[in-house]
C-alpha cells in the first residue's frame, strides 16, 4: 500500500478526530464492545492463546518481573538492550521518519492504532493479567479506549501542524511595486522521545504521548514500567510490524525494558539525545524527571489526592450505588479514584427536606459495596485483581489509619487460587489528620472526613488540592450557590470538576476527545491528556524567507 | 460605550486578525505611514509638545534615569511604587477582568489598541528619544508594528480560547437510554503577569505578552527599563484611561518603575502572586529568570550571534546595498542585526562566472555604508543615535577585538550637537577567534569571518548559534543544493532563515502576522512571537461535568 493509498483510507477516520477535538462531545472510533462486529468471530480466544504463549517466550535476558494478579504461570523474557543502543538506533532512524509529511506519518499512526485493534483481544488480555484489570476494563481502557485517546493525540497534532502554511507570499504594497517575499514554513521534530509507562495503565496512560511524539516526526523508545511490560511491548510490536510493512525503519519505535534492580530510566531519560519525556507514574520520580530532565520537555501525570464532597442530592440511592461502584471499580487502582469523601456533620440534605446522616450514609455505603463484592466470582469483573504486593500491602496495613467503616477483605475465587482480590475500605479521620489526608494511599483505601458543614470540606479540599494535587473532584448539590463556590475553589485549585454522578457514569472514568485529564495546574502532573500544549513542544517550526527580486 | 457595542466596533479587524495569522501572507491593521489619513491632521505637532510636556513632568520620586540619545532635554518624573503595593492592586482588579467573556476583553483590548494609534507621534517622540530610534522607525517599529504585534498576540489568544466550546452535551450510545453529561468549559486566567521591558524597542518587544496575558483575563504590571520608561508609560496611561472610561478597574494595567541603584524587577519576578513573566533584554538575566522564578511561566527574548552567510548572489551590487542599509539601521541596536558575517576564502561566486574577492567585498561594504552616512543630517534618519553609555563605549573600544575593515565613527549633527551618532564597525577576525565570535557585541559592531569554504561557515555558524543562540541567519546563494544543506543545520541550530535579501527588505526587519520573531529553540529565547505557544500558558481551562438523569 503506498502513502497516498494509507492516507485515503484514514482520511475520514481523521478528519472525524479532528472535528471531535473541537466539538467535545461523545465521539469514539474504536469501538469498546468486544462483541462488536469490528472484532472477528474467534479473536478473542485466538487473542488469548496469543498471550498465552507470550507468557512462556523465553527469548530474552530479563524475567520474572511481571507476575499475573489472577495467578496465571506469567513468565515471558524481554530483552536487554543498553540505552545507548537504543537511542543510536532511534537517531539513526529519525531523518527518514523526519522527512515524512505530518499528513503521511498520521497515515502510517492510524494503520498502527488499527493493527492493534486488530489486536484487541490480545492487549485485553494482556492488560489484564499485567495490571490486574478486570476483562471488561482492560478491552475498553486498556484497548479500546486508549485507541480513541491515542487518536485524539494525533488529530491534536496534525490539526497543530497545519496551523501554518506550507509556503505563502508575502506581499506588501510599496509606493513603486510592491515588496515581495516567499515564505515557507517546515515542521521539525524535537528529537528522540522516551515515553515512561506505568503499571496500571501502560496503553491508556501512554499511547496520548507515544503517538503525538510519533506524528509529529520523533522516533520514539517506551520503556515499560517492569512490572508491566506486556502491552507495551505488544504495542510496540505492532508499531515494529506496521513500520516494516510500509517499508520504514522499524526502530522509529523501540523498546527498552529494564528491571527495578537495574533501572534505566534516569540513564535515559537525562540522555542528550532525549528531547520529549512523558512519564506516569508516582510524584517522586515524576518530580526528579521535570527537575533533572533539562533537555527534553517533561510530560507528567503523578499522583494527586482526588475528593468527592457531599453537600446534598436530588437521588440518594443514586449516590450511593454510583460511589460504591466508583471505590470498587479496579480495587480503586486508578489515578482518577477519589480518596477524601468529605461529608458535613450535620448530614446530606435531600430534595424533599429530609436529610441523611453521617451514620446512615455510612451504613449504606458499606452495604452497596457489601452487595457489589458479595459473589467473588461476580465481583472479580468489577475490582479486578491487585496488580502490586505494595498495594496489597497497603490495604492490609490501612486498619491504622483511622476508624475503619468497612475494611478491605481479601477475597478467595473458587476458580482462581492465586488471584489478589480485595474489597475497597473506607475510614474515618478527622479533618485534622492532614498527614494522613494529604498523602496519596493508592489502591483500596479511602477517607472518610466530616467536616463542620460543606464548606469546610470545601476549604480543606482546597488546601489539601493546592498542596499535594489532585485530578478530580465529586461534588454532590442541588444548591447552585454551593456549586459555584466550588468551581472557584475548584479553579483556584487546578482540578477538573465533575457534578451529581448518581447514575452508570463514574468520576473515574476520563472520555478521550471530550474529557481533559489531569489539568497541568497542580501538583499531580504538569500535562493535560489532550489539550494542545500536549502536542505542541514535540515539533518546531522552521521559518524561511525568501526575497523575490522584481 | 457598552461592551456589546465595543466588540460590534471591534469584530471586524479582530476577525481579519485570526485570518491573517493562519494565511501569513501581508497583514497591517495599523498604517505604518505617518501620513496616512488614519491620522489626524496636527497629530504630529500635538503628539511633540506632548512628549516635550512629558519631559518635564516632575511628579514623582524616581528621575534622572532617562535621557534622550538625541540631547534633549528629557527628565520625567516617575512614581516610586513597592512592589506589594502594585501586586495588592492587581490581585484586587483581577477577579472582575477574569469574569469577562474572552471577547470582551478582546474588544476592550482592541479599544486600548485604538487610543494608543491615536497618540501614535507622542508615542513615536517617546520611543525616537527614549531609545534612540530614527523618527521614522519609532513611527513605524515603535509604533504601528508594535501595534500589529499586538493584535496579533490578542488573536492568537482569542482563537486559543475559543477552541473549547463553552457548553456541550455528551451523548453516550447505551442499550437502554443514552448516557448523558453535559460539559462546560470556561478560561480561566494564570494570576498576574509581569512584563519587563527593553531599552531599544520597548514596545514591539514588550506588546505582544502584555497583550496576551491582557486578554487571558490576567492583570498586568509593565516595569520598564530603567532607561526607557517613558514609550512603556504612555501605553500603561493610555490602557488605564480606557479600561476607567469602560468602568472597569484600571489597576487591570498598571506601572512599576524602578531605577538601575534601587531595582525592583527580581522581587517582582520571584512573587507568588506573578503567574506569567515576558521579559527581554540580557542573557544573563533572562536565564536568571529562567531558573528562579518557579512560580511562573516565564517567556524570554534574550540575545544571540546573528549570520550573514554568504556563498554566491545573482545580484551583488543588491547584496551590498542591503547589508549596508542592514548594519547601519538603528546603528545595529537590534536584536535581529547579523553581527558575523561570513565569507569563503575563494570569495563570492556571481552567476555570470565571475568572483567577487573577499578584498572587493570589503572595499564595496565599506564604500556602501560611507555613502549610507556621509551626510550627518541624512544618517540621523538611518542610524538614529545610541541608547545607552555602554553601547557607545562598545562601539569605541571595539578596535581592539580585530583588524578593522571600516571603524565605528561619531558623527557631528550640526543641529542636535549633543545626539550621539555612531556609524556602524566592521572587523576581520579569524574563525578560531570564538571567545570574540560566540559573544554579543550589542550596537554598531560587526566582524567578518573568512573561511576555508561556505560550508565551513555553515558548521561555525552553526557551532555558534548552538551554544550562544541567534534570532536571525541571513543566506546568500545559488545552490539549492548549499541552501537546502544552509535550511538543516538552521533547523538543527533553531534559527529561522532568511535567503537572497538583495532589495529593501531587510532580515532585521521581522513582520506581523507573518514572521515568526525568535524561535525559541536556541539560547538567543525561549519563546516566539508570536505562536500559539506564546498564548496557551496564560490561561487554563476548567471543564465541569454534570451527569443529567434520564
Known amino acids: 500500500m503506498t502513502l497516498q493509498d494509507l492516507q485515503l483510507k484514514h482520511a475520514g477516520r481523521l478528519a472525524d478526530a479532528i472535528a471531535a477535538v473541537a466539538c467535545r462531545g461523545y465521539h469514539s472510533a474504536y469501538p469498546e464492545d468486544p462483541t462488536h462486529p469490528a472484532y472477528a468471530d474467534g479473536s478473542r480466544a485466538a487473542g488469548e492463546a496469543a498471550v498465552r504463549a507470550a507468557w512462556t517466550q523465553r527469548d530474552g535476558a530479563i524475567r520474572g518481573e511481571e507476575r499475573s494478579a489472577f495467578g496465571a504461570p506469567f513468565d515471558t523474557a524481554y530483552a536487554d538492550e543498553p540505552v545507548d543502543a537504543v537511542l ?37 488480555f494482556a492488560c489484564m493479567h499485567a495490571c490486574g484489570q478486570p476483562f471488561a476494563m482492560a478491552f475498553q481502557a486498556g484497548t479500546a479506549h486508549a485507541l480513541d485517546r491515542a487518536l485524539e493525540a494525533v488529530a491534536i497534532a496534525v490539526r497543530e501542524m497545519g496551523a501554518y502554511p506550507a509556503r505563502v507570499l508575502w506581499e506588501k504594497p510599496d509606493a513603486r511595486r510592491p515588496l515581495r517575499v516567499e515564505k515557507t514554513f517546515e515542521i521539525l521534530p524535537r528529537g528522540i522521545a522516551a515515553v515512561i509507562g506505568c503499571a496500571t495503565f501502560p496503553t491508556w496512560n501512554s499511547y496520548p504521548g507515544l503517538f503525538a511524539s510519533l506524528v509529529t516526526g520523533n522516533p520514539v523508545v517506551v520503556k515499560p514500567h517492569p512490572t508491566a511490560v506486556l502491552p507495551l511491548a505488544l504495542c510496540v510490536d505492532t508499531a515494529r510490524s506496521v513500520l516494516a510493512g510500509l517499508g520504514f525503519d522499524a526502530d522509529v519505535v523501540q523498546l527498552l525494558v529494564d528491571t ?122 468489577l475490582l479486578g485483581a491487585i496488580q502490586s504486593d505494595a498495594t496489597e500491602a497497603r490495604a492490609v496495613e490501612a486498619a491504622s489509619i483511622g476508624e475503619p467503616v468497612f475494611a478491605s477483605r481479601r477475597l478467595a475465587h473458587p476458580d482462581l487460587p492465586d488471584a489478589v482480590l480485595r474489597t475497597p475500605a473506607l475510614y474515618a479521620v478527622p479533618p485534622e489528620a492532614l498527614d494522613t489526608i494529604a498523602r496519596e494511599h493508592f489502591g483500596p483505601i479511602s477517607l472518610l472526613i466530616v467536616t463542620e458543614d460543606a464548606d469546610a470540606a470545601l476549604r480543606h479540599a482546597h488546601e489539601v488540592t ?85
Open 88 to 124: 543510536a538506533r532511534a537517531e539513526a532512524a529519525a531523518p527518514a521518519w523526519a522527512a515524512l509529511d505530518p499528513v503521511e506519518r498520521a497515515a502510517v499512526a492510524l494503520e498502527i492504532l488499527e493493527a492493534l485493534q486488530q489486536r484487541a483481544f490480545e492487549m485485553a
Open 260 to 381: 527495578r534492580a537495574a533501572p534505566k530510566t534516569k540513564a535515559l531519560a537525562l540522555d542528550a539525545r532525549v528531547k520529549l519525556i512523558d512519564f506516569t507514574g508516582g510524584p517522586e520520580f515524576g518530580d526528579w524527571l521535570e527537575s533533572h530532565a533539562r533537555q527534553a520537555h517533561v510530560f507528567t501525570e503523578k499522583a494527586g489526592v482526588n475528593a468527592v464532597l457531599i453537600e446534598s442530592t436530588g437521588d440518594y440511592p443514586g449516590l450511593v450505588r454510583n460511589l460504591a461502584l466508583t471505590l470498587s471499580l479496579y480495587s480503586a487502582q486508578m489515578c482518577t479514584t477519589p480518596q477524601s469523601i468529605y461529608l458535613p456533620r450535620a448530614g446530606i440534605r435531600l430534595q424533599d427536606g429530609m436529610t441523611k446522616t453521617v451514620e446512615d450514609f455510612k451504613a449504606d455505603l458499606a452495604a452497596a459495596v457489601a452487595k457489589l463484592v458479595a459473589d467473588p466470582v461476580r465481583a472479580i469483573e
Open 466 to 550: 493546592r498542596s499535594r494535587g489532585a485530578i478530580t473532584w465529586s461534588v454532590y448539590s442541588n444548591d447552585e450557590a454551593f456549586v459555584r463556590r466550588a468551581k472557584n475553589a475548584a479553579a483556584d485549585a487546578g482540578v477538573h470538576l465533575t457534578l451529581d454522578m448518581t447514575g452508570p457514569v463514574l468520576v473515574n472514568q476520563s472520555a478521550a476527545f471530550s474529557d481533559l485529564h489531569v489539568s497541568g495546574h497542580n501538583a499531580a502532573g504538569n500535562a493535560a491528556l489532550c489539550d494542545t500544549a500536549f502536542v505542541l513542544p514535540r515539533f518546531r517550526v522552521l521559518q524561511t524567507r525568501r526575497y523575490l527580486a522584481a
